[in-house]
């Protein structure tokens, strides 16, 4: 049984026997649970697996959200390296220094399973799938209960074995990888050192090697190197197994071929097609007689229903437990009948290219265009869709929990002291109200001292309060009760009282929270920025200090990646540097002029290339490439004598980008050119 948390944390939990989990699960669902989803449940579980069908046949859900959730519906997780969550290989051009996703022939048969994309394999398996039925039809009816039916492959296409082939190169993983192997690495010219090798064994070479593909494969760069530098051996053609090997169109970059790959995932040719690989996995042709004719009948063991508890034999239950450790494990079948292809020219994933901007033919439409009287230090885009404008200093607008719900605040700070005030915000302006704004608490921050203030607010998924100080501290503060059950039970903070997070040596001087992956970034004066859980309140790393003060930072919501914006000081050189967030470099850009402020879109990856704007003080809000930060092009807020832009922000769709300067202009963009919106 497995349990998916609001923190984005997951448990699996394994029982002795299915009655047992039966009766805890029982236990579980009796429990006052408001944000349950129970995906098993005959009725509400029916009606989100077909809601999921139908958005992904019309173009709601990428290929990748779609293959996540069928991986999970179908017992899949990725806490069980028997049950791993399962990908198909899509490509089979491994060799082309440029890839054509225009070109049926850049990939898979995926009506296909991936021992007979080679036709000359498919009489093999036919053969040997014929003989042992022909052996299994001569058995006695009383004695069949003691010999396998027949099948087409004596390996599987996901197991631990091969979880851990393709993820030995990454912590905990390396270390399972030796417990598996009798705490030795695997022969070199065995271990997983080339894309293109990897292919050829699964699809044509070996009758055993049926694996397919991981989800890291498309969004997890890091498994591809060895950035440990274990020692994998040399292979008999003289060659060092070190980073994967990749294909030339990837530039030998393990980041180039991640995202290259997921776009491949998300074409037009996978996105037609996708739906018969889904029904060899998880539809009508996983068994039977479709199976049979789609020569995709794996071992028996393999499948799911056989109760392994109801063989009386102990030595036989024994075997048959080590042959699915051994073996691996199908997922539970989701589809019976055919499964729908997805609706042709279907694009209700946004396709919204920034990048397009780059070209000489690019334009943008000016979609708003408004002057407030104060410089404007913040914007947001509300839940509504709504433009949410902070104008005057040490203020920022921060969604913080209050009396049993997040609520959208005004939080203040003064140099003059350590106090902090939080307000209500008027709900229908997204302003804070003027003549009606109501003070929810006032914050003394006693262990700030010796002149030391608060420099920066960001607020925590669960609405509590993040402050950046300079004394080098991180605040975390408990605020109106807390909704996160960890900092109140652990840490047993009253409202006001703080949780001091210590990595800085320097004062901090920017921070920024990313929702979608629980983690906090901060920056201080001395270009250090540290990387922080805000599950568990702890420090994760540090990332690779740039030259100069940290002005800026911020955390994409769709890849995960940090940039930082630094200075030495105004007039100076300044930089733009990119992380991943496992702390590898991307890029870092030198720019003209000081940034001050950083945004990422936030569209569907594989489907888009996303960029990050950079608002600079010499008034112009530059995009760079989200891939490597390659400049894009700039737009101008005003005409000369242009104002610094102080705040960037995207709508939540990414389809406009807004912008705001220290004279109170602000102006939002959409695209407009050919092939753009």
Excluded at 533 to 554: G, P, Y
Aim: glycine fraction near 6%; proline fraction near 4%; charge should be neutral.
């Amino acid at each position: 049984m497995e349990i998916f948390l609001a923190s984005n944390k997951t448990v699996l939990l394994a029982f002795e026997s299915s009655h047992t989990r039966n009766e805890a699960f029982k236990k579980l669902l009796a429990l006052p649970l408001p944000n349950l989803v129970d995906y098993n449940d005959s009725v509400k579980g029916s009606i989100l697996r077909q809601s999921i069908n139908q958005r992904w046949q019309e173009g709601y859900l990428s290929n990748f959200d779609y293959l996540t959730h069928l991986n999970k519906l179908a017992g899949r997780s990725f806490n069980d390296l028997m049950q791993y969550p399962v990908f198909p290989f899509i490509l089979a051009d491994y060799t082309s220094s440029k890839l054509d996703l225009s070109d049926p022939a850049t990939f898979r048969n995926l009506s296909k399973p991936i021992a007979v994309q080679d036709e000359t394999k498919v009489a093999k398996y036919q053969e040997k799938y014929a003989y042992m039925e022909h052996e299994y039809k001569n058995v006695e009816p009383s004695e069949r209960m003691h010999h396998w039916t027949p099948y087409h492959y004596g390996s599987h296409y996901s197991n631990a074995g091969i979880v851990l082939h393709f993820l030995v190169r990454l912590m905990p993983y390396t270390t399972l990888f030796l417990d598996f192997q009798d705490q030795n690495f695997d022969i070199p010219d065995r271990t997983f050192h080339n894309m293109q090798t990897t292919w050829r064994l699964a699809s044509s070479l070996s009758s055993s090697d049926v694996k397919e593909m991981i989800p890291e494969l498309f969004y997890l760069p890091e498994f591809l190197m060895n950035d440990e530098g274990f020692a994998f051996g040399v292979r008999q053609d003289g060659q060092v197994v070190n980073d994967v090997h990749l294909p030339p169109w990837a530039n030998n970059n393990a980041r180039m071929f991640i995202l290259k790959h997921r776009e491949a995932l998300e074409s037009e040719y996978v996105s037609q097609h996708l739906h018969l690989w889904i029904d060899l996995i998880f539809g009508y042709r996983q068994t039977g007689q479709a199976a049979k004719q789609s020569i995709n009948v794996f071992h028996p063991a393999t499948y799911s229903g056989m109760n392994i508890s109801s063989i009386s034999d102990p030595v036989r239950r024994e075997a048959v437990k080590q042959m699915v450790r051994t073996y691996g494990q199908t997922p539970s079948q989701l589809f019976t009948a055919p499964h729908p292809p997805r609706y042709a020219g279907s694009t209700n994933v946004l396709k919204i290219n920034w990048s397009l901007l780059a070209s000489a033919n690019a334009s943008v439409d000016v979609t708003l265009n408004r002057k407030l009287s104060n410089p404007v230090t913040g914007l947001n885009f509300s839940s509504r869709g709504e433009v949410e404008v902070t104008t005057g200093m040490n203020r920022c607008q921060l969604v913080l929990y209050w009396n049993q719900s997040l609520t959208m605040c005004d939080v203040t700070w003064l140099w003059c002291d350590s106090r902090v005030c939080i307000s209500l915000m008027d709900d229908s302006l997204g302003l804070p109200a003027r003549s009606s704004r109501r003070t929810l608490a006032q914050l003394c921050l006693p262990a700030l001292s010796h002149g030391h203030q608060v420099t920066c607010c960001a607020a925590t998924p669960h609405g509590d309060l993040l402050m950046g100080c300079t004394d080098g501290l991180l605040r975390l503060v408990a605020f109106g009760g807390s909704k996160h059950y960890l900092l109140k039970q652990q840490f047993n903070l009253s409202i006001g009282s703080c949780l001091p997070l210590a990595g800085h040596y320097r004062g901090i001087t920017a921070l920024a929270v990313s929702r979608a992956y629980g983690v906090c970034v901060t920056g201080d004066d001395r270009g250090h920025c540290i990387l922080w859980d805000l599950n568990r309140f702890t420090f994760i790393r540090s990332l690779a200090e740039v030259a100069s003060s940290v002005t800026c930072l911020t955390v994409s919501s769709s890849l995960g990646d940090v940039a930082c914006g630094s200075c030495q000081s105004p007039g100076h050189k300044s930089f733009v540097t990119c992380w991943t967030i496992n702390g590898h470099v991307v890029a870092q850009r030198p720019v003209s002029s000081q940034v001050l402020c950083l945004a990422y879109s936030s569209a569907t990856e594989g489907v888009n290339v996303n960029v990050l704007a950079a608002g600079l003080r010499e008034g112009l809000v530059r995009l760079f490439s989200s891939w490597d930060l390659s400049v894009i092009r700039d737009l101008r807020l005003m005409p000369s004598p242009a104002s610094p832009i102080t705040a960037v922000t995207f709508s939540n769709d990414s389809q406009a980008l807004y912008a705001g300067d220290c004279d109170g202009n602000v102006r939002g963009w959409v695209v407009t050119s050919a092939g753009g919106l």
